[in-house]
């Protein structure tokens, strides 16, 4: 099993940046399986999305509506994946939910995500 813990969310203006950060820790079989740490998000009366990935050899992909603003990273030694969010858009406002896969699908509790002037 893996426990996520999200950090980083909050409230900023347009134009603001924010960093998440995600935290994975559990059994070390769990741990060794993980082969992919991604983002996604989840605005009011929207489906999940996901906003960007990265593959244990450092492979990325964004959504489009991310690219150029965004950058997704990890320390495997940590355990860590971060999401870099620039130039932040009233539109990025969501819960943004740290997802991991590896012997299994493991989510976060989500953190929220507003920008607002």
């Known amino acids: 099993q893996v426990q996520l813990v999200e950090s980083g969310g909050g409230l900023v203006q347009p134009g603001g940046s924010l960093r998440l950060s995600c935290a994975a820790s559990?059994?070390?079989?769990?741990?060794?399986?993980?082969?992919?740490m991604g983002w996604y998000r989840q605005a009011p009366g929207k489906k999940r999305e996901l906003v960007a990935g990265?593959?244990?050899?450092?492979?990325?992909n964004y959504s489009d509506s991310v690219k150029g603003r965004f950058t997704i990273s990890r320390d495997n030694g940590k355990n860590m994946v971060y999401l870099q969010m620039n130039s932040l858009k009233p539109e990025d406002t969501a819960v943004y939910y740290c997802?991991?896969?590896?012997?299994?699908?493991?989510w976060g509790q989500g953190t929220q995500v507003t920008v607002s002037s």
């Open positions: 997802n991991v896969r590896g012997d299994q699908d493991y």
């Open positions: 559990g059994s070390i079989f769990s741990i060794f399986s993980i082969y992919y």
């Open positions: 990265i593959t244990n050899n450092g492979s990325t």
